[in-house]
């Protein structure tokens, strides 16, 4: 069993950064894909960055794209999302999530997910 555990979230000002982690414990981590998602209340959860465990290939939503940057730390079993220069629009609740199948990785496809951490940018 696999638990996503999430760090880093807070309140900041338009312009700002956060750093968030996601550190996996309980089982060998060794998924396909990671990922990061957000949520707003009453909308759709959306994927923000994704980056396969092995390997470099990524993929960022066009809304953060040159903002947010998502990397690794296999050894740690750790995943990273830096978001710098935010916007209020960026205000969400964020999710780390791990896929084990070899396919692409979409909301509902996901197997792992950690308990959300709230980002809220002030304008």
């Known amino acids: 069993h696999v638990q996503l555990v999430e760090s880093g979230g807070g309140l900041v000002q338009a312009g700002g950064s956060l750093r968030l982690s996601c550190a996996a414990s309980g089982a060998t981590f060794s998924p396909y894909v990671v990922g990061w998602l957000r949520q707003v209340p009453g909308k759709e959860r959306e994927i923000v960055a994704q980056?396969?465990?092995?390997?470099?290939?990524?993929y960022y939503a066009d809304s953060v794209k040159g903002r947010f940057t998502i990397s690794r730390d296999n050894a740690k079993n750790t995943v990273y999302l830096q978001m710098n220069s935010l916007k209020p629009e960026d205000t969400a609740v964020y999710y780390c999530?791990?896929?084990?199948?070899?396919?692409?990785?979409?909301?509902?496809?996901?197997?792992?997910w950690g308990q959300g951490t709230q980002v809220t940018v002030s304008s």
């Open positions: 999530a791990a896929q084990d199948s070899v396919r692409t990785a979409l909301v509902g496809t996901y197997d792992y």
């Open positions: 980056i396969r465990w092995s390997g470099d290939r990524t």
